[in-house]
Nanobody
């Protein structure tokens, strides 16, 4: 059974940076970050393929967020730069048993395991 634990959230000012971490990952999983802003549905933010060679981002975070893993792929990261107030929300890491090394899913329902979330609040 996979146990994912997020950390690194908190309060930030617009323009600041935060780095989220998710432990409990494995090289056998494709990984993703999703977020839920106040009053909105959970949405895709970023994902990385099982082999780590492919990444995808939602348009609103491109150029500002970077998803990555450590060498052993035991920890997932989301580096968030140039934070904006609309980045505020609960951030969740998710894992999916990948069907191929390079394939990425962006729909929450395609992911099998979820962390409890870490809150990110950005003050403009």
């Amino acid at each position: 059974q996979v146990q994912l634990i997020e950390s690194g959230g908190g309060l930030a000012l617009a323009g600041d940076s935060l780095r989220l971490s998710c432990t409990g990952t494995s090289s056998i999983y494709a990984m993703g970050w999703f977020r839920r802003a106040p009053g909105k549905e959970r949405e895709f933010a970023a994902a990385i393929s099982e082999d780590g060679t492919k990444t995808e981002y939602t348009d609103s975070v491109k150029g500002r967020f970077t998803i990555s893993t450590d060498n052993a792929k035991s920890t997932l990261y989301l580096q968030m730069d140039s934070l904006k107030s609309d980045d505020t929300g609960m951030y969740y890491c998710a894992a999916r048993v990948a069907g191929s090394p390079t394939f990425i899913e962006t729909h929450p329902r395609e992911y099998d395991y979820w962390g409890q979330g870490t809150q990110v609040t950005v003050s403009g």
